[in-house]
């Protein structure tokens, strides 16, 4: 059985103006989308700026985010690192802390070869009991997972159970699922691809659209999994303005100026992200009237 299916957030980690991380709004943002039906929470990703939270916030936050979600929907922790070792610590405290499962990225500027990423991702799944989800997002780490690599994870070690595929190359997602037989719980990394994969065999998506729109992204993967495959389309179609909007400039910046858009309050990025260009504001804002989540 799958983690979840559907439509699962990787939600923002708001801040202060002084940097430090504010547990208020942050717990307003959960509760934003439990409300709207997301399905899943996947905090201290990409998108939860998990690159610049020094260990200790990374587990503060994840240890909150488990007991404001108290069960309600799965909580999913980002526990990867390019330091096999601090990848182990993170996934074990992040068991501790009682998440569903864990997400691990691949290792970024080691640039490990195939052998190297297998060894990498068996270590921190035998480390913990929890479900394990590869993260393969090569225009970030430099590094591709193969689709023999993942598949002969899922395949031989037993807690390894799918991938969060954002390589944007739907022939290697397509080989991926072609190969697995079965054995691959597969979600889209990509927010402009969400119905591609679905129709490949995809568990569903880990989402920054959801952040501004729980609902929209809940109901694209809802319907296709009740069989409207034209009504999901439809909602893939109508986001895709959005979803370039949020992707204008890298991501979480215009995510989190979608948020303060909203009166969210996500509050400032951590350097070296920089604030989004005024310019680009105004082309969100608009994508974000039009799609009605503003």
Not at 90 to 101: C, F, I, N, T, Y
Not at 105 to 134: C, E, R, W
Not at 188 to 196: K, M
Not at 238 to 250: Q, S, T, W, Y
Request: glycine share 10%; proline share 4%.
């Amino acid at each position: 059985m799958a983690v979840f299916q559907g439509a699962g957030v990787a939600i923002v980690t708001p801040f202060h103006e002084d940097g430090s991380v504010n547990y208020e709004k942050f717990a307003e943002l959960i509760e934003f989308q439990i409300t709207g039906g997301t399905d899943a929470i996947i905090v201290c990703g990409t998108t939860g700026e998990a690159s610049t939270l020094t260990h200790e916030e990374h587990l503060d936050v994840i240890r909150y985010c488990v007991q404001k979600v108290a069960g309600r929907i799965p909580v999913i922790g980002g526990t990867g690192s390019n330091c096999t070792e601090t990848a182990v610590y993170l996934s074990q405290e992040a068991e501790k802390a009682g998440v569903d499962g864990i997400l691990v990225v691949t290792p970024y500027y080691n640039k490990a070869t195939q052998k190297g990423l297998y060894q990498h991702f068996k270590k921190i799944a035998d480390s913990v009991s929890v479900p394990m989800i590869l993260y393969n997002v090569p225009s970030r780490t430099g590094t591709n997972i193969a689709p023999e690599t993942i598949v002969g994870l899922c395949r031989e070690v037993k807690n390894i159970v799918g991938v969060k595929e954002a390589s944007g190359n739907i022939s290697q997602v397509a080989k991926i699922m072609s190969m697995a037989d079965g054995c691959v719980d597969l979600y889209s990394g990509n927010d402009d691809q969400v119905v591609a994969l679905l129709a490949l065999g995809g568990q569903g998506v880990i989402s920054v659209l959801s952040n501004v729109a729980p609902r929209q992204t809940h109901d694209m993967c809802a319907k296709f999994f009740a069989g409207d495959a034209a009504g999901s389309l439809k909602i893939q179609l109508d986001a895709i303005p959005l979803i370039d909007a949020l992707f204008c400039e890298v991501n979480p910046i215009p995510v989190k100026a979608g948020l303060n858009l909203q009166g969210r309050a996500a509050g400032p990025l951590r350097m070296p992200l920089s604030e989004m260009e005024p310019e680009h504001v105004k082309v969100l804002e608009k994508a974000m009237k039009e799609f009605g989540v503003l």
